[in-house]
T-cell receptor
Framework: GQQVMQIPQYQHVQEGEDFTTYCNSS?????IQWYKQRPGGHPVFLIQ?????EVKKQKRLTFQFGEAKKNSSLHITATQTTDVGTYFC???????????????FGQGTILTVHP | DADVTQTPRNRITKTGKRIMLECSQT?????MYWYRQDPGLGLQLIYY???????NKGEISDGYSVSRQAQAKFSLSLESAIPNQTALYFC?????????????FGPGTRLTVL
């Protein structure tokens, strides 16, 4: 079945440093979504990428979707303590990508930011 | 505000007990999901439902059952709880009307099976 792999599993940074997490799918994706889970919280949708090579920005966060639509990345510039949490990527589980709304989640990257 | 709620938020139980986790939503979404989260394993899909008459098994349905009592309610049951079902459980919803529909998660239920 489809697999979504995410690296690294953990990342510790000093406040102000940059951070990147990478997501790779075993199959071509129609779209990819990113979620953030704060410590003790629940996953919250951040963004969705649909087009090959797409790049989207949200303030200090930059999201990319690969040309082959099998990989994606999230880059945070100049991390802040408010960025701590687990970042998940997720791609559609079903063939065709959209019919059933099922998602396969990566294992997540746990980001720790030291002040 | 339209929301996804879960009850209970925390539960400690003993091996062999039957447990029900409940999820309600006021978003008007047709699609509902139950996930299990274990450290380092991300979110694993247990069951999903696309309307009241439609229930489907996910990746890890063994030992679990569900009931979709209404569009707004989706319950997860552990018929005979075992310690390796200790985990954080999330309910989520999504809107079938959107082409690439993001999921909205409830606050989670932390279950401990002794």
């Amino acid at each position: 079945g489809q697999q979504v792999m995410q690296i690294p599993q953990y990342q510790h940074v000093q406040e102000g440093e940059d951070f990147t997490t990478y997501c790779n799918s075993s199959t071509t994706l129609s779209n990819i979504q990113w979620y953030k889970q704060r410590p003790g919280g629940h996953p919250v949708f951040l963004i969705q990428l649909v087009k090959s090579g797409e790049v989207k920005k949200q303030k200090r966060l930059t999201f990319q979707f690969g040309e082959a639509k099998k990989n994606s990345s999230l880059h945070i510039t100049a991390t802040q303590t408010t960025d701590v949490g687990t970042y998940f990527c997720a791609g559609p589980s079903d063939a065709g990508g959209t019919s059933y709304g099922k998602l396969t989640f990566g294992q997540g990257t746990i980001l720790t930011v030291h002040p | 505000d339209a929301d996804v709620t879960q009850t209970p938020r925390n539960r400690i139980t003993k091996t062999g007990k039957r447990i029900m986790l409940e999820c309600s939503q006021t978003k008007g979404h047709d699609r509902m999901y139950w996930y299990r989260q274990d450290p380092g394993l991300g979110l694993q899909l247990i069951y999903y439902s696309f309307d009241v008459k439609d229930i489907n098994k996910g990746e890890i349905s063994d030992g679990y059952s569900v009931s979709r009592q209404a569009q707004a309610k989706f319950s997860l049951s552990l018929e005979s709880a075992i310690p390796n079902q200790t985990a954080l459980y999330f309910c989520a919803t999504s809107d079938a009307g959107r082409p690439y529909n993001e999921q909205f998660f409830g606050p989670g239920t932390r279950l401990t099976v002794l």
